[in-house]
């Protein structure tokens, strides 16, 4: 059975804080890695992915890829209470797989 | 105009009767996918398909069936609705190759009461 488990939270941080979501994933073949946020009642939206060992930055958003240790994290710099949501990571293990999801953990951020 | 489209948003039904939801996009992606969620669990991949003719199941398709009409729509079914079968249903698409996202659309609440 492949898992990817996350910490289910509630997580929560003061604004301005940094968030740190965390994920591992027990299939060593898998590939491609993604965070998606989701709000309560709508759909995932992809926040970041990574492919490759090390740390991707976009904006306020940084990805870390540890394949060696099978781990994936997600940080938040000056979290924001918009950022209040689910975060997704999903694992995918190359082209003709499926991606399979973590159950989720739940941000809040405190104005 | 949404790229992945449910139908319908919200449905409410009785055990043992069949319902279909539909999924079309406009994507032009290959893959599509269904998902199911619940509180907790996160989303759990029912079934997907990489074109028309090929179909494949996913970790929790008991009591599931799908139709691929065309690229573009993907159908699941629920030939005899239960009560642990409420939940909110998502299906994505994503492209070729498979290191990319998914897509999702906005989602099917079905009660099955």
């Known amino acids: 059975q492949k898992e990817v488990e996350q910490n289910s939270g509630p997580l929560s941080v003061p604004e301005g804080a940094i968030a740190s979501l965390n994920c591992t994933y027990s299939?060593?073949?898998?590939?491609?890695f993604f965070w998606y946020r989701q709000y309560s009642g709508k759909s995932p939206e992809l926040i970041m992915s990574?492919?490759?060992?090390g740390d991707k930055e976009d904006g306020r958003f940084t990805a870390q890829l540890n394949k060696a240790s099978q781990y994936v994290s997600l940080l938040i710099r000056d979290s924001q209470p918009s950022d209040s949501a689910t975060y997704l990571c999903?694992?995918?293990?190359?082209?003709?797989?499926?991606?399979?999801f973590g159950a989720g953990t739940r941000l809040t951020v405190k104005p | 105009d949404a790229d992945v489209t449910q139908t319908p948003r919200n449905r409410i039904t009785k055990t043992g009767k069949r319902i279909m939801l539909e999924c079309s996009q406009t994507k032009g992606h290959d893959r599509m996918y269904w998902y199911r969620q619940d509180p907790g669990l996160g989303l759990r991949l029912i079934y997907y398909?990489?074109?028309?003719?090929?179909?494949n199941k996913g970790e929790i398709s008991d009591g599931y069936s799908v139709s691929r009409q065309a690229q573009a729509k993907f159908s699941l079914s629920l030939e005899s609705a239960i009560p642990n079968q409420t939940a909110l249903y998502f299906c994505?698409?994503?492209?070729?190759?498979?290191?990319?996202?998914?897509?999702f659309g906005q989602g099917t609440r079905l009660t099955v009461v």
């Open positions: 994505a698409t994503s492209d070729i190759p498979g290191y990319t996202e998914a897509f």
């Open positions: 398909s990489f074109d028309v003719k090929d179909i």
């Open positions: 299939d060593r073949g898998s590939q491609s």
């Open positions: 999903a694992v995918k293990e190359g082209n003709n797989n499926d991606m399979r």
């Open positions: 990574i492919y490759s060992n």
